[in-house]
């Protein structure tokens, strides 16, 4: 199997972005419910494409943490060819800070790079954030992740209307409060802060294949790629990883929505337009 990674969309597409298989279908699984046989021979499969890219869990360490805890649901990606692509493994915990309650959201997205499918796991986790708020609808739902790459850092800003942190003035750094909440659920994973910054974890998920410039080149210059590496200078040898919070209230999930949307349609006009032949051309003579 390549090497996987999570995947995001960019501007420019390239020979290897058209050839990548679309991922097409994703099945949502509740990890508790699957009998013993299945989640013992899922498990193997799932831990295949995570060890593939990243070092750092074995098989027991993996399970107890992107599979074995309370409440997690699990999406298995499928390609247009049939084959289990990646997955998402989402979890739910509410925290309390400053009298404010906080439901927080995580998810993990791990897609082998033969196939395309950012958005397929985006729509599920939007879909997975809006159950989430509309069971605890006078919750303060947010989304807690970790961003290894620049990858879905930068589809995070692309596709949220509010990041922390962020080089943008809407959001920039967390506010006090928000800031002792990502303290407490990061704090349950016990992977430590890279110096003085509490958004940098030094993490145990090293990538074997860190060579994203090599692929993305054309994103260098890209702004948020900026902010991200120059945050997070680790990122590609020691393991490194920028924590993010979204706010994901009803109007954040529906304005993620519609971006995405945009986008998707903006993407496949850019693919078709890039697939279509050239039409030759003919010189016409008097009386032809």
């Not at 699990?74 to 925290?95: E, M, Q």
């Not at 809407?170 to 349950?188: K, T, Y």
């Amino acid at each position: 199997m390549s090497a996987m990674t999570t995947t995001t969309t960019v501007p420019f597409i390239g020979e290897r972005a058209r050839s990548r298989i679309p991922v097409v279908r994703c099945e949502r699984l509740l990890w508790r419910r699957l009998d013993p046989g299945r989640r013992r021979a899922l498990g193997d499969a799932l831990y295949a494409i995570f060890a593939d890219y990243y070092a750092g869990f074995d098989r027991e360490a993996f399970t107890e943490l992107f599979l074995a805890r309370e409440g997690v649901v699990v999406a298995l990606l499928y390609g247009a060819d049939g084959r289990l692509a990646g997955f998402c493994s989402v979890r739910r915990a509410i925290y309390s800070a400053a009298g404010q309650r906080f439901g927080v959201f995580s998810a993990g997205v791990y897609v082998d790079t033969d196939y395309r499918g950012g958005r397929v796991a985006a729509r599920f986790g939007l879909g997975e954030a809006l159950r989430f708020k509309l069971s605890h609808p006078w919750l303060q739902v947010a989304y807690l992740g970790l961003a290894h790459t620049p990858a879905p850092y930068r589809l995070f800003t692309q596709t949220m209307e509010r990041v922390y942190p962020s080089r943008a003035a809407r959001s920039g750094e967390p506010p006090e409060v928000i800031a002792a909440v990502m303290g407490q659920a990061l704090a349950d994973r016990g992977w430590p802060q890279v110096g003085e910054d509490p958004c940098v974890l030094a993490t145990p998920m090293l990538a074997r294949r860190s060579r994203w410039f090599e692929r993305k080149p054309e994103l260098r210059d890209d702004p948020d790629v900026r902010f991200f590496t120059e945050r997070v200078p680790g990122w590609a040898e020691d393991g490194h990883a920028l924590s993010v919070w979204i706010p994901l209230d009803l109007k954040d999930i529906a304005g993620a929505a519609l971006r995405m949307l945009r986008q998707s349609v903006a993407l496949g006009d850019n693919r078709k337009r890039l697939a279509a032949p050239a039409l030759p051309k003919l010189k016409l003579g008097r009386g032809e």
